[in-house]
Every structure is written in structure tokens, then in C-alpha cells.
């Protein structure tokens, strides 16, 4: 299981207001067509939160992860890294799982 925190940079003016789900959907989607051993790159996310969302100008992803579902992770956990699995592991990614802001371009 993936968590994800994701920080938008851009022009506030021309960010969307519905950003949040426009991010989660992105994410989502690419989350749907991993398979098991498939790790997630953060980098690979970047095009298609681009793509849905007007006015970024600069992507913030951390990770956390566990194999337990009910697990809550806790502030220290988040990485700015890949979650990297074996062949045998597949990388669960929900909208419930992934928390966006955004931060101004000043």
C-alpha cells in the first residue's frame, strides 16, 4: 500500500480549483496499469499531473508505504523516493491514499 503527498508549484491564478482530484486522477491512472513487480517511479507521475492540471509549474512527490493496509504513516515516513518491489509485490495506489497542496510560485 502507497501513500502519496504531493506539493504543486504554480501560478495560483491558473492553478484549478479542483486540482485535487485532477492529481489524484492522474496518479490513479497510471496506478491502474501497474502489475505485480512493476515499482513506482515518482518521476513517471510528473507527465500525466502536467497534463491534467493547468498552471504547474514544479512537482513535490514524497512516498510511504507498508504491506499493512491499516497502516497510517506518520510525517517522518514520506521519502522523496521510488517504492521499489519484488516480482511478487504489486504497488496499491488509491485516491484515498494521496494528499495534494499547493504552494505559490512567489
Known sequence: YTWLKVTLHGDDNRIPANYMTLTSD???S???HMVAG??????QLHEGIYDAVAGVTYIEIAT???????HVPESAEY????VV????QKVMVDA???EVT???DS
Do not use: E
Request: charged share 25%; glycine share 4%.
Open 26 to 28: 492522474a496518479i490513479c
Open 64 to 70: 510511504a508505504y507498508s504491506t499493512d493496509k491499516a
Open 96 to 98: 484515498t491514499r494521496i
Open 30 to 32: 497510471y496506478g491502474d
Open 38 to 43: 512493476d515499482s513506482l517511479l515518482i518521476q
Open 85 to 88: 518491489v519484488t516480482s511478487r
Open 79 to 82: 521519502k522523496v523516493q521510488n
Open 102 to 104: 499547493v504552494d505559490a
